[in-house]
């Protein structure tokens, strides 16, 4: 079970941008070389498996004959266009769908704990940021609540939400909604995140800044990280492994490069 | 603990729903274990009286049972009764004392009888002189000082069967009972919503049902004294709407999830 809290993160926002650039390239995986990526990642046994699995909403065919397979430490994009079958691949390893047939592995949840970040962010619209937050506090991984309140200063100092913590989520923008949902799911200090479009209301930056810190996680603690996507700048920035699907059928899963 | 917490939390979030919750609960309490006092306010009725009266003042030599016989036949009256010697004596008194002649009360004969006569109360003013009159033909117009009429007002409770309601009281608890389930029935999207996103982001399972059990259990704390305090067993019908209650939502379970 992982209780270790954000003080690795902490250079990465202290420091100048020449250090970060430096670090990055060291430890943060960098993007622009897939050798250092590929370096960088552990890649550990297997987490998640589907075989020939259908998924049908009615007479559509969501997923269809998908066979897929995500072993630990990896960082996956799934691209392809809308209703292409992203989100319904996520939800059906998170476990929010079961297959109509075929077969899903996933890992014991006691073992492997699995946070999902949701298209629809699923945010209590009436309460404010800092309370969203709180949800995501558990006494069974963290020492006490100060060192939970310390990460969550922490992140969202990184993210620059630090002073909007107390607005009231129905009163936020898309892209602090979004931050908050980042957020929650990385407070609750997962093994695996599952990321359907967390960066769809947000500028280049803000995203590649997000998909810095998982990016963080994953060199330092082995975080498994599926994330769908149709932010394209971010895709082409990307150089690991990339799932394309098309009409809930996965077209490509392999290496970005040799796309 | 936490799952008290959570589901006080989610209850109170929505102050209509609370205040539904503490009324069909106090209505559940006061119709199971005060039965008696419930019952006893219920069936009593306040009425506002007027009882018309005046007094008769006689020689004593006058046979005023013969004259009580009398009275009493005549329609709208209601009693007569004799008076006491020492009421008699102090009703003279006040009298003499207020025409403000120097009498020397030891030396004047208070050899009086008295009647008071009680009229009915819807009795007209006219009806109210024909029977002064007819006093007046029995014991002589010169024999007998009639005080002037008294109508006070005076509130009576009553027991009236059209405002009883003791003869549905069987029905209460029920009602309660039923309110106190639309209650938790409403209640359960939130709770369900609010157990998800834990159960997504905390390493803990089926906080719906632990929520909804533990929830109540202070109320079974409460129910078990008033019990014993109350001698009655109303907290076996309790228990075994609470086993219902529990099964029926775990049975809807299914919908908890936010979707």
């Known amino acids: 079970m992982r209780t270790q809290g954000l003080d690795f993160m902490f250079d990465f926002q202290t420091t100048n941008r020449d250090r970060r650039k430096k670090k990055s390239s060291d430890s943060l995986g960098d993007t622009s070389s897939p050798l250092s990526q590929l370096k960088s990642s552990r890649i550990g046994g297997r987490l998640f498996s589907t075989e020939s699995v259908f998924v049908k909403y009615g007479n559509v065919n969501a997923l269809a004959g998908v066979d897929f397979k995500i072993h630990q430490g990896e960082i996956i994009f799934i691209t392809g266009v809308s209703g292409a079958g992203k989100t319904t691949l996520l939800k059906l390893l998170g476990g929010f769908v079961e297959p109509d047939q075929g077969r899903v592995i996933r890992p014991n949840p006691k073992k492997i704990f699995t946070a999902p970040i949701f298209q629809d962010l699923k945010l209590y619209g009436d309460q404010t940021c800092e309370k969203n937050l709180n949800l995501a506090y558990d006494p069974a991984i963290y020492k006490n609540r100060r060192e939970f309140d310390q990460d969550l200063l922490e992140l969202s100092r990184i993210l620059g939400v630090q002073s909007r913590l107390s607005l009231k989520v129905k009163d936020a923008n898309g892209g602090l909604k979004q931050k908050i949902a980042f957020m929650r799911a990385i407070l609750s200090r997962p093994d695996v995140i599952l990321a359907d479009e967390p960066t769809a209301a947000l500028d280049f930056e803000n995203a590649r800044k997000m998909y810095d810190i998982l990016n963080i996680y994953n060199v330092k603690q082995g975080l498994t990280v599926v994330w769908a996507t149709h932010n394209k700048e971010l895709v082409k920035k990307f150089t690991g492994r990339m799932v394309h699907m098309d009409k809930g059928r996965l077209i490509y899963s392999g290496h970005a490069c040799f796309i | ?259």
Request: glycine share 6%; hydrophobic share 45%.
């Open chain 2, 1 to 259: 603990m936490f799952y008290i917490g959570t589901f006080y939390r989610v209850l109170f979030s929505k102050p209509l729903l609370a205040s539904f919750w503490v009324l069909s609960l106090s209505g559940l309490i006061f119709t199971s274990f005060f039965q008696k006092d419930v019952t006893k306010l219920m069936g009593v009725k306040v009425v506002e009286k007027r009882n018309p009266y005046f007094y008769a003042v006689m020689p004593s030599d006058i046979n005023t049972s013969y004259i009580k016989r009398k009275l009493v036949d005549i329609p709208g009256v209601e009693a007569v009764s004799l008076m006491a010697k020492e009421q008699i004596t102090q009703q003279v008194k006040a009298v003499l004392e207020s025409t403000d002649l120097d009498w020397e009360g030891d030396l004047v004969d208070l050899n009086f009888a008295g009647l008071k006569i009680d009229l009915s109360p819807d009795l007209k003013s006219r009806s109210q002189n024909l029977i002064r009159s007819y006093l007046t033909r029995l014991t002589g117009e010169k024999d007998v000082t009639l005080g002037a009429i008294k109508e006070p007002l005076t509130n009576t409770l009553e027991s009236s069967k059209t405002y009883s309601l003791s003869s549905y009281y069987h029905y209460f608890p029920v009602l309660f009972l039923g309110l106190y389930v639309i209650t938790i029935f409403i209640m359960r999207n939130s709770l369900g919503s609010e157990s998800f996103i834990i159960e997504t982001y905390q390493r803990k399972t089926k906080v719906f049902e632990k929520s909804l059990f533990y929830g109540q259990l202070p109320i079974l704390a409460l129910l078990i004294t008033a019990s014993v305090l109350q001698g009655s067993w109303g907290v076996i019908y309790f228990l075994t709407f609470l086993g219902g209650l529990s099964l029926v939502f775990v049975r809807l379970n299914k919908v908890k999830q936010w979707n």
